[in-house]
């Protein structure tokens, strides 16, 4: 029932305001009336929101970069640069790194699986 009330309202208005009086609506005769201050409202809120929205805007970057401490980016991992795990030293003559084995296989028992291991030896010896 509820439903049914606004609904029949609607059509009746609808109906009445469809009305023809000498060759336009009840509806036109009205909007034209009224028009001018529909827009000098419509100016108004729109001008209104922006305004709000701006101001939201400014005070939050405010309140954002204030409480925000600046971070500088840095590298706090070790895993960066691969002389941390190799040592190298050049061998005369032909400039190639010798490879500290003994620090390879502790470094790839800590953190490799056994077939990594097998991998990164092949591939050490590959190199050499």
Not at 55 to 81: A, C, H, M, N
Not at 96 to 108: A, F, G, M, T, V
């Amino acid at each position: 029932m509820s439903l049914i009330k606004p609904i029949f309202y609607f059509a009746l208005s609808y109906f009445v305001l469809s009305f023809e009086i000498s060759g336009r609506t009840l509806f036109d005769r009205i909007d034209s009336r009224v028009a001018p201050y529909t827009e000098g409202a419509q100016t108004f809120v729109i001008k209104k929101t922006k305004q709000t929205w701006d101001y939201l805007v400014s005070t939050s970057s405010k309140l954002i970069g204030k409480t925000i401490p600046e971070q500088r980016d840095r590298i706090t991992s070790g895993l960066s640069s691969p002389k941390r795990f190799f040592e190298t030293k050049q061998v005369e003559g032909d400039g190639s790194p010798d490879l500290d084995q003994n620090k390879i296989e502790k470094i790839s028992h800590e953190t490799y699986t056994e077939n990594e291991r097998k991998l990164l030896r092949k591939i050490l010896e590959d190199a050499q």
